[in-house]
């Protein structure tokens, strides 16, 4: 495989902003339906997949649910979206099917990889994207305690989503309002319809039961390469594995956020729609044009800071079940409860749920600030390389003379209580010295990285992480 290139100084600063988007399995798919016009709409309508008799689970506490009239509520009142990414093979190439097994080989083709709630808010124009660890132990309305991944058993054909849907509702607390499915074939075509993703990472990634295999520095991810990457749990610092899958599936959709909201690709969504729509499934409710207006208007939000990313509180566990240990893991309590209670009330989150336990922080969660300190572009690039890394950079590059003291050479900053987001910033770039930053300095960023003229960034390592 060739080497990747190292960050070089050069090129412009992209046009970063949040909006809705979906877990790393389904992330484009919200954002090309929205940027939809409707004659494209009306044109690719019949190609949309359908999950059969989906109902929002709160509506049918009472009763046997009954598909309700659409009311386009969404374009009104905050609105909850779940996302489901599955195992599933197929649709995958023999090769590839040798590379990543078949549906037997995994036990069936009915188990949710990834599970993510989104949750928006109209009036705020923000999304809340809420990750559930695949092997958390709750309830399924029906059926009894088990790993949340289970509740998918019968797939989208046989009811599967509805009971995700139910056992999200029943844990959280919120309605759910739209769901929308993709397997790996279809992650595969989404991103190879985006045309790939540029994404940056610091060390060498190598996974043989993903197919994962790339060098440290910023790179070009086709659908393969993307699908890899997001699966993959079995890297050297992964203490819990899915939990930095999580992680990764959170930073690659940021990256993902940012190389759509670029002018040049905003202007090319419609052309991409037949293609992606081909990728998904969703509710009968997500092909009618009211709701389809709602996301659209969302896209008006660009240009803030409102993509927010969370996962449920858990620590890892483990039972015995007829005999037989079983790894799990559990929510946290009281911060579970407390998370749900205020996505559902609309209130600041904190802290909560923003990391999860022993894995470091996903670098969608970092707001990252790159300070030019006439460095004669090198921190553009810089800037770039964080971009492309799936940070938070929405604040944009800024000039030195921003901040409100003076700081000497090229360095890390961080805010008070955010030095192990500032390690993971400089896994980037590791010859740069992490510094607390005086009190009440850094008010709008976690981090804060200053580029004078006599930095040189260092070329890509080629050995693995130091863990710990």
């Not at 209130?347 to 022993?358: H, I, S, Y």
């Amino acid at each position: 495989m060739a080497n990747a290139p190292s960050p070089q100084p050069g090129g412009h600063p992209r046009l970063r902003r949040s909006l809705i988007a979906a877990t790393a399995s389904v992330s484009a798919i919200i954002m090309v339906i929205g940027a939809v016009s409707f004659v494209a709409y009306f044109w690719t309508r019949s190609q949309i997949r359908v999950i059969p008799s989906f109902t929002d689970p709160s509506a049918s506490a009472n009763g046997p649910p009954t598909p309700a009239p659409y009311t386009g509520k969404c374009a009104e009142k905050s609105c909850n979206y779940l996302l489901l990414g599955s195992d599933s093979r197929a649709g995958l190439s023999k090769s590839e099917q040798v590379a990543f097994g078949t549906n037997a080989d995994i036990g069936g083709s009915n188990r949710s990889d990834t599970i993510m709630l989104i949750h928006t808010v109209p009036d705020e124009q923000k999304a809340i994207f809420l990750s559930f660890p695949r092997d958390l132990w709750t309830n399924i309305p029906g059926v009894g305690e088990g790993k949340i991944n289970s509740a998918f058993e019968g797939g989208i054909q046989h009811g599967g989503s509805q009971k995700v849907a139910a056992t999200v509702h029943e844990l959280t607390g919120m309605p759910i309002d739209h769901v929308m499915y993709v397997d790996l074939a279809g992650f595969q075509g989404l991103v190879d319809a985006l045309g790939g993703v540029e994404m940056c990472v610091p060390f060498p990634m190598q996974d043989v039961l993903t197919g994962l295999d790339i060098q440290a520095g910023c790179q070009h991810f086709d659908g393969t390469t993307a699908l890899a990457y997001v699966r993959t749990r079995h890297q050297p610092c992964d203490t819990i594995p899915d939990f930095a899958r999580i992680s990764r599936q959170q930073q690659f959709l940021r990256a993902v956020i940012a190389k759509l909201l670029q002018p040049a690709e905003l202007l090319r969504l419609p052309t991409l729609v037949p293609a992606l729509l081909h990728n998904l499934v969703v509710d009968q409710g997500l092909r009618n044009p009211a709701e389809l207006a709602y996301l659209v208007g969302q896209l008006k939000a660009v240009g803030t800071d409102a993509a927010d990313f969370r996962a449920v509180p858990t620590i890892p566990d483990g039972i015995y079940v007829n005999g037989t240990f079983l790894s799990i893991v559990r929510a946290i309590q009281p911060a579970a409860d407390q998370l749900f209670a205020k996505i559902r009330n609309e209130q600041p989150l904190g802290n909560l749920g923003l990391q999860l336990a022993d894995t470091p922080p996903s670098p969608a969660n970092i707001r990252v600030g790159v300070y030019d300190k006439r460095s004669q572009g090198t921190a553009v690039a810089v800037e770039q390389t964080y971009t492309d890394g799936g940070f938070n950079t929405a604040v944009g590059l800024r000039d030195a003379s921003q901040l409100a003291s003076p700081v000497k050479g090229s360095v890390i900053l961080y805010a008070n209580g955010q030095e192990a987001m500032a390690k993971v910033v400089q896994d980037y770039y590791p010859n740069l010295e992490i510094v607390a930053a005086p009190h009440g300095l850094l008010t709008d960023v976690d981090v804060a990285v200053v580029i004078t003229s006599k930095y040189t960034p260092p070329p890509p390592t080629t050995g693995p992480p130091v863990c710990g």
